[in-house]
C-alpha cells in the first residue's frame, strides 16, 4: 500500500464503472479517504466495501444525482461531515450517447449538459468552497480528445468537455493563491464498460473494438482505467503542487 495520498478526503464522481472505479482503488491503494458516488448504487456499495477489504481505508458511497446543485451540494458537505476536510474532486461522471449536431434534440442536449458540465461545475463550486476554508486542494476534471473539436457523431458530448475544459482554466487561474489547483486529464480511447455498451449498441463486439485499436491507436492498444488512475493519482498527491491548469493527455499517441 502505497502513501502518496495518505490520509487524503477525496470525492470521486462517476466512481461505479470503468475510469471512476479505476481512480477510486488506485486512490485507495495510495492511502485516500474516499467518497464515491455513482447512479449504479449496487455497485457503488460493493466498491466501497472491497476497498475496505483490499486497502483499509475509509471508502462511503453516495447515491447522488449530480444533475442538482443539492445533491452536489450534499455529496461535498458529507465528504467534510465525514472526514473533516476534502483535499480532492475528481470530476468523473459522463455520459456520452452518439447524435450529430443536425440530430440532437433539445431534450438529449439537457441530458448531457446536465450531467456532464452542470454536474462538475455545482460539485465544483461547493467543493472550492469546502477547500477555501481548509488551505487548499486538487480539483481533476476527466476530459476527452473530443473536447477539443470532437467526432460527428459526438457534438453535444463534445461541447461538453470543451466547458468542463473551460472551467478547469477558470479554477486554476482565479484560485491557485488559495492553495487550490485545477487540472484536466485528456482522456484517449478507453474501454470501459460504458464504451463498450455504447459498440454493442452499434453492433460490435469487445473483440472488434480492441482489435481496431491495434492499428488505430499509435500505441498499439486502447488505454485502461488504471492508465487514468495513475495520472489522477499524480494531480490529487503533493508531488504535483506546483501543477495548476495544465492539460494531461493520457491517449497512447491518439489525436497527437
Known amino acids: 500500500m502505497g502513501e502518496r495520498l495518505r490520509d487524503k478526503a477525496i470525492v470521486i464522481t462517476g466512481a461505479t464503472r470503468g475510469i471512476g472505479k479505476g481512480i477510486a482503488m488506485k486512490c485507495a491503494e495510495e492511502g485516500a479517504r474516499l467518497v464515491l458516488n455513482g447512479i449504479h448504487e449496487e455497485e457503488g456499495r460493493q466498491t466501497a466495501q472491497e476497498l475496505k477489504q483490499a486497502y483499509g481505508t475509509e471508502a462511503i458511497f453516495l447515491h447522488a444525482d449530480i444533475r442538482s446543485e443539492q445533491a452536489c451540494r450534499q455529496l461535498i458537505e458529507e465528504a467534510v461531515r465525514r472526514f473533516g476536510r476534502l483535499d480532492g474532486l475528481v470530476n468523473n461522471a459522463g455520459i456520452y450517447p452518439r447524435s450529430s449536431l443536425v440530430d440532437t434534440t433539445e431534450e438529449l442536449y439537457d441530458t448531457i449538459m446536465d450531467v456532464n458540465v452542470k454536474g462538475a461545475f455545482f460539485c465544483t463550486k461547493h ?67 460504458g464504451e463498450i455498451e455504447v459498440h454493442q449498441s452499434m453492433g460490435k463486439n469487445a473483440e472488434e473494438l480492441i482489435s481496431r485499436a491495434e492499428s488505430y491507436v499509435p500505441s498499439g492498444r486502447m488505454q485502461t482505467p488504471e492508465d487514468m488512475a495513475h495520472g489522477a493519482v499524480y494531480l490529487l498527491s503533493d508531488e504535483s503542487s506546483q501543477v495548476t491548469g495544465t492539460e494531461l493527455t493520457i491517449s497512447g499517441g491518439l489525436g497527437v
Open 127 to 193: 467543493a472550492v468552497q469546502a477547500m477555501l476554508s481548509t488551505g487548499g486542494g486538487s480539483i481533476v476534471h476527466m476530459g476527452s480528445l473530443n473536447g477539443y473539436k470532437g467526432a460527428k457523431d459526438l457534438a453535444a458530448y463534445s461541447c461538453s468537455k470543451g466547458a468542463l475544459l473551460t472551467l478547469s482554466r477558470h479554477i486554476a487561474h482565479n484560485y491557485m493563491r488559495d492553495h487550490i489547483r485545477s487540472n484536466w486529464i485528456t482522456v484517449g480511447w478507453v474501454a470501459s464498460e
